[in-house]
């Protein structure tokens, strides 16, 4: 994980053992903060069902179950149905959210264009309009594009709300390039698509992670829109799923539900961002600029 | 490389500044297909709406053409000036906190300390949870009878008796704000991490030459150079706060005594409980206006000599 | 970029490819959208008839706080199922904005129409027509933790009959101990009070609507006299704290933890009860008046056709076949649903737990609210009847509460 200039950097930092113990003390106590709820929720969801919900609350399980996850079986088509839709969705929005925040940030950044901040505004609004507010236009376009009830549908919805964040972040990400790179590059004669693709594209790749991660986690949690764009339960996705289990008559909440769903919302999007944390070594852009 | 550091100046954006744009087409190429997408799934809609938003038009059910009469019947209607005023409170009280708590930790994780990673993937992942779910979680962990706080904050000796921190006016506003900020400081950091790691690592040694400290270095390097960034994830959390929903609709239902009624709740309340799909549409189309304001205004201030 | 960009349509047309391929293959099916409340019974009922008839019939189970919102969603771009279970108080409102088949011709020609549960029937009619028939039933009653009682000195055979009874009963049971409360109701859920704390004025003989359910009658004195009587119960800590917090979350959690005495529920407990914490001890009695008498809110779902629908007849069929004998007894009853004809409420399988029968019976001398703005009135967290309550109860004005509430419903009726 560590860079060459990060090993530079330890040698010549004069940190006491006390600040650095200091630091380490602060990094775990918020650490602790932060996880507790999930550590909680997870514990919890292997309690039997009366004693996730007990007063008081328990701390350790009396016994470790799984009958708060077995009741995800008995939904629908089963679990495998909508975790194969989930990550379908969101591995499409993840892949059109990059392509289009990219050449959308490179362009805002890099060029000037007549309407160029006319589009950028509008591109930004896209943010500003609650769900709920084009819930039912937006079904009404997708029913006459007949995209209703795909998944396709679904992520062509979630790259486009994904845009004006992607899209800032790739363009801000662009902006901090430095320009000498592309004027040699320039000179050298490449055009400017491959410019992006060869060059810039390494340079960004914090940036493209960022995008993909966020587009990544809204398409996979998203709610509303997975359940009334989906006319038909096959295609219902994840979060529709735990939503349902948990519920009941007037708004009743089985607990040990929530918790289950807690934890399987959250096991895939650990791994995978454990996995992605090499993207965010610091050193990445000084070395650019030496 | 430069040997001094000016506030807001730095090598790049001289270098923008002598660099030509290219002015033609190109760039828009690059930017179509994003439009594009953004035209047929965002504006078209919006366009909808806002056609919806002059009619009576019920969610089941005939609609009729009332003009503007929507727009008349929300300058009296109280619930949605005090809706409006509500969400303006809440957004000016947890921005600083989701903000500043954001800067520590991405300074915290910044550090080339071992095992950082681990740190950073703790304090993320409450975002990798929808904000639905974590708020009932948070119900779940704030409930006086099942919920974990309660105990543990008595048996460190902070409060005396359980705490009904919803129906609380003097807490639920509180335990919204904690659980709301639980859930989304971690992205802010990161945000806020990815523009600290693209300020190159030689500036500061410039600074260190000279003597600067560690503050001194945030404060003359770093801050200057987070501004773009800064104001992207001041924009989004602004933004997100301005539109937030699920958190009072799960946790406290807009109480206690309807005092958390946000803008959103209110059009949700309009198009869905009360079916008036017309008058919510109407109430949306003057909150992105206001929203749009606001951006603007936030852009504008954290300009920096480029065009924002 | 070009070897990216090709990679992409290749992962785009193979995912459009696959969902087509999938939806080739669907035989053509009847559709049914039901709310998640009660999906586990929808689904084996469902799974019954597909085991047993040609047309195959597609169950979508839709989030209930959504259930709404989706089929007007669908509505209005034309996309509507065959089959609709609605909330009952709903039906009125779907009937009247023409989004319901009339069946009334197809009703009238079932056998056993007259013996189908009133509140339902009633309130599927709409001027001249009928736009729905029962499909689940739900009544609210009263459960009691019987373990309780019996520590507290009362007689767990003997549940309460009147308000008084009740406080009593809070007071003995509140008196074992800290953590035990005597009765508990969901203080910040609409709907819950609905259905729990309005059949103790329709027992004490109040309303809070006319008949026609056009006019509000809130100023009856049985509606103060009831929320003084929450109101005490509140006042002398019989209800814990956490209560005036609840949306619903724990309409049934609390009840399930053993530690509370009594509360208004549903059938719908009963099973979860028996299943999932065998070790409550519990009773159902009615949901008693100020001075005796008992009611009880009749709800449950209706199923309709709604207008445009693709396959009318084979979705008569279905209907017919749910509300026939064999299956509201071998099925309904048998899993512990209540049956929807009141001819059956007694029957075999309830013999076994008369707990169950009890429940049937609320529900069928229940009664239903009939309004065209149902949730505007006592279904909205931040409307009317909510507030009433809590102003009354929690606030503790009850005259300003009941003459707020009076105002606004009647501002909410005169604008429909």
Not at chain 2, 188 to 204: D, R, S, V
Not at chain 2, 272 to 295: D, P, R
Not at chain 3, 46 to 51: G, L, P, Q, Y
Not at chain 3, 329 to 342: H, K, S
Request: contains cysteine.
């Amino acid at each position: 994980m560590a860079s060459v200039s990060t090993l530079k950097r330890r040698e010549s930092r004069r940190w006491s053992w006390v600040t650095t113990g200091v630091l380490y003390a602060i990094c775990i106590a918020l650490a602790v903060i932060f996880l507790f709820p999930i550590f909680w929720s997870i514990l919890s969801s292997f309690k039997p069902p009366a004693e996730a919900s007990a007063s008081p609350p328990t701390f350790l399980p009396s016994r470790i179950t799984l009958d708060n996850y077995r009741k995800l079986e008995d939904y629908g088509d089963g679990i495998g149905q909508y975790l194969f839709n989930s990550t379908a969705t969101a591995l499409m929005t993840v892949i059109g959210t990059i392509l289009l925040s990219t050449l959308g940030g490179y362009g805002f950044s890099r060029f000037s264009f007549p309407g160029k901040n006319v589009l950028f505004i509008i591109i930004l609004a896209t943010l500003m309009i609650p769900f709920q507010s084009i819930l039912v236009p937006l079904f009404l376009i997708l029913t006459n594009l007949k995209l209703h009830n795909t998944l396709l549908g679904l992520a062509l919805v979630y790259i486009t709300f994904q845009l004006p964040f992607g899209i800032f972040i790739m363009r801000n990400t662009f902006d901090s390039v430095p320009r000498e790179l592309e004027e040699a590059a320039l000179l050298d004669g490449c055009s400017s698509l491959s410019l992006l693709y060869r060059v810039m594209l390494s340079l960004v790749r914090p940036g493209i992670i960022t995008v993909g991660i966020y587009a990544f986690l809204n398409a996979w949690n998203e709610f509303l829109a997975a359940l009334i764009f989906m006319t038909r339960e096959e295609r219902f996705t994840l979060p529709i799923l735990l939503t349902s289990v948990r519920s009941g008559y007037y708004g009743a909440i089985d607990w040990g539900a929530l918790q289950a769903g807690v934890t399987i919302t959250i096991l895939p999007c650990i791994v995978i961002f454990l996995l992605l944390q090499r993207y965010y070594v610091r050193g990445l852009m000084a070395g650019a600029t030496k | 490389m430069t040997d001094q550091v000016a506030p807001s100046v730095t090598v790049t954006n001289i270098a923008r500044r002598t660099y030509r744009r290219r002015r033609n087409y190109t760039g828009l190429f690059f930017v179509l297909p994003a439009v594009l997408f953004t035209f047929t799934f965002f504006v078209i809609p919006l366009i909808m709406t806002a056609f919806m938003s002059l009619h009576d038009w019920p969610l089941l059910g005939e609609r009729k053409l009332i003009g503007l009469d929507n727009y008349v019947a929300m300058a009296n209607d109280r619930q949605f000036w005090n809706s409006l005023l509500f969400t303006t409170r809440y957004t000016l009280l947890i921005t600083p906190v989701i903000f500043i708590l954001a800067f520590v930790l991405a300074l915290l994780v910044n550090l080339p300390l071992r095992g950082v990673g681990i740190f950073r993937t703790a304090y993320f992942l409450p975002v990798v949870i929808g904000l639905g779910t974590s708020s009932l979680l948070w119900v779940w962990l704030l409930n006086d009878r099942v919920g974990i706080i309660n105990p543990i904050l008595s048996s460190v000796g902070l409060i005396d008796r359980s705490i009904v921190w919803l129906a609380d006016p003097n807490y639920a506003m509180i335990a919204v704000i904690i659980s709301v900020v639980w859930k989304t400081v971690g992205f802010t950091m990161i945000l806020l991490l990815t523009g600290m790691q693209a300020i190159p690592e030689a500036l500061y040694e410039a600074a260190k030459v000279d003597g600067a400290g560690y503050l001194q270095r945030i404060r003359y390097i770093m801050l200057p150079l987070l501004r773009r960034t800064f104001a992207l994830a001041l924009v989004l959390s602004v933004i997100g706060s301005y539109l937030g929903f699920d958190q009072f609709y799960i946790m406290t239902r807009g109480g206690p005594q309807n005092q958390t009624i946000s803008v959103v709740y209110w059009i949700y309340t309009n198009s869905f409980t009360y079916f008036k799909l017309g008058y919510g549409a109407a109430l949306s189309i003057v909150l992105l206006v206001i929203l749009g304001i606001l951006s603007l205004i936030q852009l504008r201030l954290l300009r920096d000599d480029t065009a924002f | 970029m070009c070897r990216r960009l090709f990679l992409f349509s290749l992962f785009t047309a193979f995912f459009l490819l696959s969902i087509s391929v999938v939806a080739a293959q669907e035989p053509v099916t009847l559709t049914l959208w039901s709310r998640d409340a009660n999906q586990a019974f929808v689904r084996q009922l469902v799974d019954a008839w597909n085991e047993t008839h040609d047309n195959q019939i597609d169950v979508t189970i839709i989030p209930s706080a959504e259930f709404v919102t989706r089929f007007g969603t669908g509505a209005a771009a034309g996309e509507v199922p065959d089959l609709l279970p609605i909330d009952l108080i709903y039906v009125p409102e779907f009937a009247r904005a023409g989004q319901l088949t009339d069946i009334s011709e197809f009703a009238s020609e079932l056998p056993y129409f007259d013996q189908l549960s009133p509140s339902h029937v009633r309130l599927a009619r709409y001027e001249d027509g009928l736009y729905a028939l029962p499909f689940t039933a739900e009544g609210s009653v009263l459960i009691y933790n019987k373990g309780l009682f019996e520590a507290a000195g009362l007689d767990p055979e003997a549940p309460p009959t009147n308000y008084q009874e009740i406080l009593e009963a809070a007071r003995a049971i509140r008196a074992l101990g800290d953590d035990t409360y005597g009765f508990y109701f969901s203080g910040a859920c609409a709907g819950c009070n609905a259905f729990t704390f309005l059949p103790l004025i329709w027992a004490s003989g109040g309303d809070v609507l006319s008949d026609d359910g056009l006019t509000a009658t809130l100023d009856d004195p049985e509606v103060a006299a009831a929320l003084e009587f929450y109101q005490q119960m509140w006042n002398e800590g019989l209800i814990p704290p956490g209560a005036q917090a609840d949306s619903g979350t724990d309409f049934l959690n609390a009840f399930t933890t053993g530690t509370i005495g009594m509360a208004g529920t549903g059938a719908f407990s009963i099973s979860v009860l028996k299943n999932d914490y065998p070790d409550i001890d519990f009773g159902i009695t009615f949901l008693p008046g100020r001075e005796g008498g008992v009611s009880s809110f009749a709800g449950g779902d209706s199923i309709a056709v709604p207008a445009g629908a693709q396959h009318v007849e084979e979705a008569f069929e279905f209907i017919e076949w749910a509300l026939s004998d064999e299956v509201q007894l071998d099925i309904y009853a048998q899993t512990g649903q209540l049956p929807v004809r009141i001819d059956l409420a007694e029957n075999e399988y309830f013999e076994a737990d008369p707990r169950l029968t009890t429940n049937a019976e609320a529900m069928a001398l229940g009664r239903t609210p009939y309004s065209f703005v149902y949730n505007q009135l006592f279904n909205d967290p931040n409307g009317p009847w909510l507030q009433m309550i809590q102003t009354a109860v929690f606030g503790g004005d009850v005259e300003g509460a009941v003459s707020t509430a009076q105002e606004r419903f009647t501002q909410i009726l005169s604008g429909q």
